[in-house]
């Protein structure tokens, strides 16, 4: 079965340090990977997303992921959080083969301190 | 180039009435997904529609819960007799025809049940 794992369901971090956030998957298929971010009853936007090519990929808000086939991982970085970070994201995971229809992981809730 | 809209925002309903919950694509978008997401938990996948198609409606229960995508007009999730445990946010997603895999999302619709 396809699954996501998003290991940490807070974070906090201090403005202007570095993040990441974990995302591991298991799937079936060739997936294609998904991050989204979600601000306190809003819906979710895109922040990237990768098919194929460059396992780095680069995303809106200064944000990047990279793709590790061998740790089945798709990790969410940013080199300097802003307290307008602060918001609820989400690891989903999709495959033509499925569908197209995506699994999302729990999210992983980000407290930015000043 | 207007979003995903969804209405209403909010949904209000007591035990045993009925809930219709709409989603209007982004213009061009032919292909709309639904996905449910319960308190604390990260979203699950209800259906995915085409216009006036069913695709695939694995994630819907098989009782109360109904969806339509009409040749004209938005497409509709239709939750009959509501119980508490239907209380959630419902989120509305389209891709286009050409590159189905990528997801925009709507603002959801807080349904609570009472």
């Known amino acids: 079965a396809q699954s996501v794992t998003q290991p940490d369901i807070h974070i906090t971090v201090s403005e202007g340090a570095s993040l990441e956030l974990r995302c591991n998957y298991s799937?079936?298929?060739?997936?294609?990977l998904f991050w989204y971010v979600q601000s306190p009853g809003q819906g979710l936007q895109l922040l990237l997303k990768?098919?194929?090519?460059?396992?780095l990929v680069q995303g809106i808000k200064g944000f990047e992921a990279e793709f590790k086939r061998s740790q089945s991982s798709f990790n969410l970085r940013k080199p300097s959080v802003h307290w307008s970070d602060a918001a609820e994201y989400f690891c989903?995971?999709?495959?033509?083969?499925?569908?197209?229809?995506?699994?999302f992981g729990a999210g992983t809730i980000l407290r930015v301190k000043s | 180039n207007a979003g995903v809209m969804q209405n209403p925002r909010h949904l209000v309903r007591r035990r045993g009435q009925e809930a219709r919950l709409r989603c209007s694509p982004m213009?061009?978008?032919?292909?709309v997904y639904w996905y449910r997401q319960l308190p604390e938990e990260g979203l699950k996948f209800m259906v995915y529609?085409?216009?006036?198609?069913?695709?695939?409606e694995s994630g819907m229960p098989k009782e109360r819960f109904s969806a339509e995508f009409p040749k004209e007009g938005p497409s509709i999730l239709r939750i009959q007799q509501v119980v508490r445990g239907d209380s959630a946010a419902y989120f509305c997603?389209?891709?286009?025809?050409?590159?189905?895999?990528?997801?925009?999302f709507g603002p959801g619709t807080r349904l609570l049940v009472l």
């Open positions: 997603a389209s891709s286009p025809p050409t590159t189905q895999e990528t997801q925009y």
């Open positions: 799937y079936g298929a060739t997936p294609y």
């Open positions: 990768y098919f194929s090519g460059d396992t």
């Open positions: 989903a995971v999709g495959a033509r083969e499925y569908g197209n229809k995506l699994v």
């Open positions: 213009k061009g978008h032919s292909h």
């Open positions: 529609l085409q216009k006036e198609n069913i695709i695939d």
